[in-house]
């Protein structure tokens, strides 16, 4: 009996697997428009670091053309695609990671960082899903995970303290000025001996 590719069950854009893990490949899109490319799905290849266009058949992904990424991150060839010359329409992960690109140039978040954050929490791809996806173990997408949530409540307290006047913050914690040296003596400190 002929080997038979491993696909996974998830689908898009009428019948393209979502992973073709004998391949290592994760549908980030497919061309769309009037090109002589209509209708060839995108693959993003883990190990080559680019994005494969070609067609799927008997359960296979037949590459024809490449589409080369200044990155082997995911989501700059998922960028790559979506600003190639052809009309493209993205796949769910191609969106997610889409989005991870800007995160990772937006927000204090690496880039491994803003790819898991995108897949499980704006994506909801399941723990186990985001590690095949990504090609790294679910361990590995809990700890950028956590790390991720980490940097962003740490920049949403900053920015939720950039934007307190100081005169709410005195009334909220009268000791603040005290503890923070600002005030009528807050250039004079016993801490500080001059020298004779």
Same mark, same amino acid.
């Given at each position: 009996?002929? +080997?038979?590719?491993?696909?996974?069950?998830?689908?898009? $854009?009428?019948? $393209?697997?979502? *992973? @073709?893990? !004998?391949?290592?490949?994760?549908?980030?899109?497919?061309?769309?428009? !009037?090109?002589?490319? *209509?209708?060839?799905?995108?693959?993003?290849? +883990?190990? *080559? =670091?680019?994005?494969?266009?070609?067609?799927?058949?008997?359960?296979?992904?037949?590459?024809?053309?490449?589409?080369?990424?200044?990155?082997? @991150?995911?989501?700059?060839?998922?960028?790559?695609?979506?600003?190639? !010359?052809?009309? /493209?329409? @993205?796949?769910?992960?191609?969106?997610?990671?889409?989005?991870?690109? +800007?995160? =990772?140039?937006?927000?204090?978040?690496?880039?491994?960082?803003?790819?898991?954050?995108?897949?499980?929490?704006?994506?909801?791809?399941?723990? %186990?899903? #985001?590690?095949?996806? @990504?090609?790294?173990?679910?361990?590995?997408? !809990? /700890?950028?995970?956590?790390?991720?949530?980490?940097?962003? #409540?740490?920049?949403?307290?900053?920015?939720?303290?950039?934007?307190?006047?100081?005169?709410?913050?005195?009334?909220?914690?009268?000791?603040?000025?005290?503890?923070?040296?600002?005030?009528?003596?807050?250039?004079?400190?016993? %801490?500080?001996?001059?020298?004779?």
């Amino acid at each position: 009996m002929p +080997h038979q590719p491993t696909v996974s069950e998830e689908t898009e $854009f009428d019948g $393209f697997p979502r *992973r @073709l893990p !004998d391949q290592d490949a994760i549908l980030i899109g497919q061309v769309s428009g !009037d090109s002589e490319f *209509r209708g060839l799905a995108a693959y993003y290849i +883990h190990g *080559r =670091g680019s994005v494969l266009l070609g067609r799927y058949e008997n359960r296979e992904f037949i590459p024809e053309y490449t589409i080369e990424c200044e990155s082997r @991150l995911m989501s700059a060839c998922v960028r790559e695609f979506s600003r190639a !010359d052809v009309e /493209t329409e @993205l796949s769910s992960v191609g969106k997610a990671l889409l989005q991870a690109w +800007h995160f =990772g140039d937006l927000t204090p978040l690496s880039h491994k960082q803003a790819h898991v954050y995108a897949l499980r929490e704006k994506a909801g791809f399941s723990r %186990d899903e #985001t590690a095949a996806i @990504l090609n790294i173990s679910p361990t590995t997408v !809990d /700890t950028h995970l956590q790390r991720a949530k980490e940097k962003l #409540t740490a920049a949403e307290n900053l920015v939720r303290f950039v934007r307190v006047d100081s005169e709410d913050l005195a009334d909220a914690d009268p000791e603040f000025f005290d503890e923070a040296g600002v005030g009528e003596d807050a250039n004079s400190s016993n %801490d500080i001996t001059p020298l004779s």
